[in-house]
């Protein structure tokens, strides 16, 4: 077993300290050190996006980060989302628009639609489409989906303009 | 005031409205309970060792160095399981199935040993280092071979038996032969027929594939004697009789949780060797052990679905009616018949081939086999083996209507069960219960300008350009179901629901059904709301916990709502009755002068001598009720269903095929559902495009490939096909509303019908864009790669 290893960063605006062996992945390591067990495991090949956490203003699958990567990183994952209670656009949206059934990757997409609407304020169709292609639902057809980031993107926008 | 009426009846959120769902407060926070979110103090991490071979024989197994591996508990092999007997399970399909590999493996990835370890990581490692000595055996890939004399005989522990649950066997690699209908009465009309038509259809080995795998935790309480398992599990009532028969544990002292699971499909359904081999292990060791399967064990080993090897026949008249039907198909159950299927009905539901067509004479025919595959198989969103039924007849009545030159629409027409006609028993002995067909598609041809499209097809074929139309017509089985004739182990698939009606009027109801994404905790709510005329928002659902529920079967088979629905309706109406009684004691009239208005019984004639549910819910815990009445507004149903449900469709594809490299653009889908009484219309949307998408994947990309040594060529996301929200084709949805006659609510179900109907819709359009070239069909899935190897055999991919 290799040596152990310090690790600190910014979990959802809180410092995190970890002791963790190398090959440790950042999805256990937020999933079983740190009782975020907001995003999921689906596929461990990247392929699922149901861990999908953003990292650094990217959106990572945790998957397949190991958490040494991590040393100093910002990461966000679902559970920082509705800070003081109150909920992100998209939580909202993906409840009023039906975009979600089994629930397990929506952690995933809303992370996943978060940096989407950071990156492009009022997306197209294709563009949510295309940007939502590394998340998988087995549940909704993503028609719902996609209606549901529109809406928080239209949500989003007025909020900012007002 | 006919407007305080519509405002009441409005409050309560019944059936009908699009409520919101209960469910989603929790996931959009990532506050769901998902078995892997589990984490008991002390607990433990088991990891499976799989066999790299598809069929060998077991020489050794050395466990000393990944005892050695830090972090290794322990390691379990079959003899480890044998003294308690364990080291064998019961299966569903009335088999039995090694837990853990006893003296062979019969499947690649095959359970052989548990390795207990205080983390994922050590358990891995350990699973690692366990060292297994096979020698290889000939293994047998395609079950079209596996009756083969010389065959090598895959299952030794059970050579000699000559049957296993469902009639004699002719061979050791044979599991049953089921059939039904008139054989020679169906051979005869095919002799003298002006037309028939044959295919070879095939419907691949699959997987249903929901985003979380399978697993569990699994703490026995050595001091109490109880044990509690959070499991994946879509019937957990069933699944704790067979932890019961399995473990000897009195049932009453097991617990089985399901929590919140993440899509299941059907895989979901079986008791698999992880989970008993984790509950031993809990056993012995008297600490908790979580077991989760990776992506690939998923793929691997767990829930197939299909590899039916389908043959279609039809023989009609020359203007394409339909005279007879016959259907046969060679299953292949991989190496232990674990296939979930209700005792009488080894081949599932596959009789109702004959579809929403009005056929006189049909036989059906089914050989099961063993192969050296992983074993199974499960409904992949779908009742059992109704895909494969549907399919036949779907891609079936399309080859005889390219015979003989008449419209695919217009064949469909010609041989419908027409709306007087219902009930409707077909010729192999299912009591279709209602139905509309003729109006669905023409509702559905008008809404796409079917006629347009067929014009627009012409002129694109004179430019030898390449699109294609399909249809989809199809009647669907669903709510498993009449107690006569449907059991699994013995026990019936009835379905329960239990509410308690609190002094304040809110209530709180317990199913034995178990919801997998399909929203139960807000439709079933609603169902009771209409019923009681209490607000849906002051109704809480609860399942899964065996504990808690009363017993059922389960969710699968899209009979939650017309099993576990109609008990919940039921139930309802016992609180009804007895609410009334009570009604009428606080208004003093008869129950006779009393008529119920929403949320309240008021005396005829005079509507403002009324009595509110709620006000009848604090009564019936006063002492102001009728002499010699309980106290109380409780009530359980236990429902037996009359009949099936009949839900039914009529889609259209529409794709435009690009000749030089193979690749399909879905064009337009238009999907008609008719499920009935209609609960939540904005869930039912939701699950007819998630059943078209999973339709989606069959039809166009999903195999599960092996090579001739039994090898797996593609168990990861990385190969198996999962469509993504680019290639997924945008959806439209229509309705019809034909109630079920027997079901309390009118309900039918409809979460299945999509994936069911959707799958031939897909191939109809593919084939039909090269129907006139000859091509008559086409197996599944259409993959890019497959529709060009088609243009090129056909040459028109030259430039």
Known sequence: MAKKQAVSFKLNGKEVDVVVEPRELLIHTLRERLQHTGPHIGCETSHCGACTVDMNGMSVKSCTVLTVQCDGAELLTIEGFAPGGELHALQEAFHLDHALQCGYCTPGMITRAYRLLKEIPNPTEEEIRYWMAGNLCRCTGYQNIVTAVQSAAKKLSAKAAA | MPDDKLAREQKLEGMGASRKRKEDARFIRGQGSYVDDIKLPGMLFGAIVRSPYAHARIKSINKENALKVPGVVAVLTADDLKPVKLHWMPTLGGDVQAVLADKKVCFQYQEVAFVLAQDRYAAADGADAVEVEYEELPPIVDPRKAMAKDAPIIREDIADKDSVGHGPRTHPNHIFTWDAGDKDGTDAVFKSAAVTVREEILNPRVHPCPLETCGCVASFDKVRGQLTVYLTSQAPHLVRTVVAMLSGIPESKIRIIGGDIGGGFGNKVPVYPGYVAAIVASIVTGVPVKWIESRIDNISTTGFARDYHGVGELAADKDGRIKALRFTAIADHGAFN??????????????????????????????????????????????????????????????????????????????????????????????????????????????????????????????????????????????????????????????????????????????????????????????????????????????????????????????????????????????????????????????????????????????????????????????????????????????????????????????????????????????????????????????????????????????????????????????????????????????????????????????????????????????????????????????????????????????
Not at chain 2, 355 to 366: D, E, H, L, N, T
Not at chain 2, 507 to 531: D, F, N, V
Not at chain 2, 643 to 650: D, Q, R, V
Request: aromatic letters at 8%.
């Open chain 2, 338 to 799: 674990s296939h979930v299927s209700a005792t009488k009905f080894p081949a599932g539901l596959f009789s109702i081939c004959t579809g929403s067509y009005a056929i006189p004479k049909a036989y059906c025919r089914v050989d099961a086999v063993y192969t050296n595959k992983a074993p199974g198989g499960v409904a992949y969103r779908c009742s059992l083996r109704v895909t494969e039924a549907v399919y036949l007849i779907e891609r079936m009545i399309d080859v005889l209507a390219q015979k003989l030159g008449i419209d695919k629409a217009e064949i469909r027409r010609r041989n419908f069960v027409k709306a007087e006609q219902f009930p409707y028993t077909t010729a192999l002995g299912w009591t279709l219960d209602s139905g509309n067909y003729h109006v669905a598609l023409e509702k559905v041809l008008k809404a796409v300008d079917y006629e347009g499209l067929r014009k627009e097809q012409a002129a694109k074929r004179a430019k030898g350009e390449l699109m294609g139309i399909g249809i989809s017509t199809f009647t669907e089985i669903v709510g498993a179901g009449p107690n006569k004739v449907c059991d699994i182990l013995g026990i019936s698939l009835f379905d329960s629901c239990d509410i308690r009606v609190n002094p304040t009027g809110s209530a709180i109801a317990r199913l034995g059904t178990m919801s997998q994404g399909q929203g139960h905790a807000t439709t079933y709510a609603q169902i009771i709301a209409s019923e009681l005329g209490l607000p849906s928002e002051e109704i809480q659902i609860e399942e899964g916990d065996t504990d808690k529920a009363p017993y059922g079967a389960g969710t699968w088979g899209s009979r939650s709502t017309p099993v576990g629905g109609a008990a919940a309706a039921r139930a309802a109406r016992k609180i009804k009755e007895k609410a009334k009684k009570i009604a009428a004691h606080l208004l003093e009239v008869g129950e006779g002068d009393l008529e119920w208005e929403v949320d309240r019984f008021r005396v005829k004639g005079n509507p403002s001598a009324f009595k509110t549910m709620k006000d009848i819910a604090m009564a019936a815990h006063t002492s102001n009720i009728p002499d010699g009445m309980e106290k109380g507004l409780d009530a359980t149903e236990y429902y037996d269903p009359p009949n099936m449900t009949f839900p039914f469709g009529a889609y259209v594809c529409v794709v435009d095929i690009e000749k030089y490299t193979g690749e399909t653009k879905v064009r337009r889908f238009y999907a008609l559902d008719d499920c009935g009484t209609r609960i939540n219309p904005m869930i039912i949307e939701g699950q007819i495009h998630g059943g078209l998408t999973e339709a989606f994947a069959v039809a166009m990309g999903q195999a599960i490939p092996f090579d001739e040594s039994g090898n797996h060529l593609g168990n990861s996301l990385m190969d198996y096909f999962l469509p993504t929200a680019v290639e997924t084709p945008k959806w439209e949805t229509d309705f019809t509303v034909t109630p079920s006659p027997h079901h309390p609510i009118g309900a039918k179900g409809v979460a299945e019908s999509p994936h069911v109907g959707g799958i031939p819709c897909f191939s109809n359009a593919i084939v039909d864009a090269f129907a006139h070239l000859g091509v008559t069909h086409m197996d599944m899935p259409h993959t890019s790669f497959r529709v060009w190897q088609q243009c090129k055999a056909l040459g028109l991919n030259k430039r």
